[in-house]
């Protein structure tokens, strides 16, 4: 069973470009939720979906969406970017559906520079 | 909101040693702990959890340990292995995939 998949994987732009990042969710997980991972904040959840409805969303600011398509694979997007910006973006499916808690499945991240 | 400390923030043990993580978080609704091990340059990966109806979970080497009236919970490594060095993210969550990760421990195994 392939796992999860994001692209791309590296990436470089500039302050005030945006950026779109893409997550393929392991084959019949629904739920793909969204991290960001920086040295000095750790892992921080950015938000997550499930079955194309945004489920819940952490405390970033709107310039950080997504979406999540019928077929589960969803993207991020990040708008007017900043320096602070630059970080691994981790993309997670996970199985159970409802309330139910379950394992994460990781994908390698795609890791944004800005310059 | 939930907020969730780890100490120590870096580790470092002879191998064949004994390592411990220790873990608290703030909400008392919270009821599922992961601890995810993440090696250098690669993707965290679930290594053990246990939800609050549980006081303790064993998987060979690594065990957790859940105290909910103090709320704080514990990763437990024996018989440690270069391959161990990592770094450690415990997690916690009251539903749904939403998680709030502690800041990461850093283990070094020292042969």
């Known amino acids: 069973k392939a796992g999860v998949t994001q692209t791309p994987r590296y990436l470089i732009k500039t302050r005030g470009q945006q950026v779109t990042l893409s997550c393929s969710p392991i084959?019949?997980?629904?739920?793909v939720s969204w991290y960001q991972q920086t040295p000095g904040q750790g892992l921080q959840f950015l938000f997550e979906?499930?079955?194309?409805?945004?489920?819940n969303k952490g405390n970033f600011p709107g310039r950080f969406s997504g979406r999540q398509f019928s077929n589960s694979r969803s993207e991020m997007n990040v708008s007017t970017l900043e320096l602070g910006d630059s970080a691994l973006y981790l993309c997670?499916?996970?199985?159970?559906?409802?309330?139910?808690?379950?394992?994460?499945?990781f994908g390698e991240g795609s890791r944004l520079t800005v310059l | 909101g939930e907020n969730v400390e780890q100490h120590p923030s870096t580790l470092s043990v002879q191998e064949g040693d004994s390592a411990v993580i220790k873990c608290t978080y703030s909400?008392?609704?919270?009821?599922?702990f992961p601890w995810y091990k993440q090696e250098l340059g690669k993707r965290p990966q679930l290594i053990i959890d246990i939800r609050s109806n549980v006081g303790e979970k064993k998987d060979q080497r690594i065990a957790v340990t859940l105290n909910k009236t103090a709320k704080h919970f514990s990763l437990h490594i024996t018989e440690t292995q270069p391959e161990d060095s990592a770094v450690y993210f415990c997690a916690a969550s009251k539903g749904g995939q939403n998680f709030v990760f502690g800041p990461g421990t850093r283990l070094s195994v020292l042969p």
């Open positions: 084959s019949g997980h629904r739920s």
């Open positions: 997670a499916s996970s199985l159970p559906a409802g309330a139910i808690t379950g394992e994460l499945f």
């Open positions: 909400d008392s609704a919270s009821n599922y």
């Open positions: 979906y499930f079955s194309e409805t945004q489920r």
